[in-house]
């Protein structure tokens, strides 16, 4: 969270994410995802948690596809 200051905190990112379109989360995810140890077809297994957050805070932070198409 320190790395990439979002405007929410967790919490509100919790629930911004919970209440997201799937399908918008998973295609903005995978054009965000620069990190080949992600293996997205297997993630629950592959991932290391917090590898997995920094690439979704990077995606509702600095993304600029997330950006264009979901915040206001």
Not at 25 to 53: H, R, T
């Amino acid at each position: 969270m320190v790395k990439y200051q979002p405007e929410y905190d967790q919490e509100s990112l919790s629930l911004m994410l919970h209440n997201l379109n799937p399908a918008v989360g998973i295609n903005n995810f995978v054009e965000v995802n620069s990190d080949p140890k992600l293996d997205l077809q297997n993630l629950l297994e592959s991932a290391n948690p917090p590898d997995v957050l920094e690439n979704v805070l990077f995606m509702v932070t600095l993304s600029n596809k997330w950006l264009s198409e979901v915040a206001p």
